[in-house]
């Protein structure tokens, strides 16, 4: 396998993350068990929203550990793949909605009739 620009994770790079500002790793720690919780959408929903937006922001780590944990969870290989679609339209969907900006631009840069 080629070799990659992300390191693997190891026991002694977390004990280095978390001791080098613990306060800040507390912090994010305590708000991500927050924000992955059970309520309004339960931890499968939450896991699936993770996993799409993992690939929109292309974080190998997260696309790992959320595909593992909404498996955990009870997501199927389907329902993970369904929640990739829809990353990849809105992030394609996004190219599309701001190619509005280049078409103004375009308009915007024409001489003025008559100059």
């Avoid at 992300?6 to 790793?25: C, S």
């Avoid at 498996?71 to 990353?87: F, S």
């Amino acid at each position: 396998m080629a070799e990659s620009i992300y390191p693997v994770g190891t026991p002694e790079l977390a004990r280095q993350r978390r001791e080098t500002v613990p306060a800040q790793f507390e912090a994010f720690h305590n708000f991500s068990k927050q924000v992955f919780a059970p309520g309004a959408l339960d931890a499968k929903t939450k896991q699936l929203i993770a996993v799409a937006v993992a690939h929109v922001t292309q974080c190998p780590y997260c696309i790992a550990g959320h595909s593992k944990q909404a498996i955990k969870d009870g997501a199927t290989r389907e329902e993970i793949m369904e929640a990739i679609w829809v990353a990849a339209e809105m992030r394609a969907g996004a190219a599309y909605a701001h190619s509005l900006i280049a078409l103004k631009a375009i308009e915007d840069a024409k001489p003025a009739e008559g100059a």
